[in-house]
């Protein structure tokens, strides 16, 4: 294989796992370039394959997506993960966690009394 193609080849694979994780994890495709800081046409060119992810979006994906590193290179995509409704609430929680990672200690405390009066609730 050439040194073109694996690059092609590469950059597929971790544009198809962005896809599955975003979608686990109850992103748009909006909402995800956002919080990396890229537009949403850049992330549909990464996701397809036809453009490599940079270090620095690596780093932000990773944060964001709460997934390791190497996660992007499994070239094992589990499609039935995604159906599992328990997948769908671990994707939901984590997507909370993200969010919350780019909260300020302000809007933080206030996100906290306000789970805790919404967990009052009956």
């Known amino acids: 294989m050439e040194r073109k193609d694996r690059k092609l080849s590469i950059d597929k ?3 198809d796992n962005l896809v599955k994780i975003r979608k686990e994890r109850k ?3 909006d909402e ?3 919080l990396v800081g890229i537009t949403a046409s850049h992330l549909g060119l990464i996701e397809r394959g036809e453009r490599g992810i940079t270090a620095v979006n690596f780093s932000t994906f990773k944060q ?3 997934v390791p590193v190497d996660y992007f290179f499994n070239e094992e995509v589990d499609s039935q993960a995604s159906d599992d409704e328990n997948m769908e609430l671990i ?3 984590r997507k909370i966690h993200s969010l919350i990672n780019f909260l300020d200690e302000e809007k933080l405390d ?3 009394m306000s789970a805790k009066a919404l ?3 009956k």
Do not use: N, Q, T, W
């Open 13 to 15: 694979v971790i544009g």
């Open 27 to 29: 992103f748009s495709r």
């Open 32 to 34: 995800l370039a956002d």
């Open 64 to 66: 964001v997506l709460d």
């Open 91 to 93: 994707g939901r929680k």
């Open 110 to 112: 206030f996100l906290i």
């Open 119 to 121: 967990m009052a609730m």
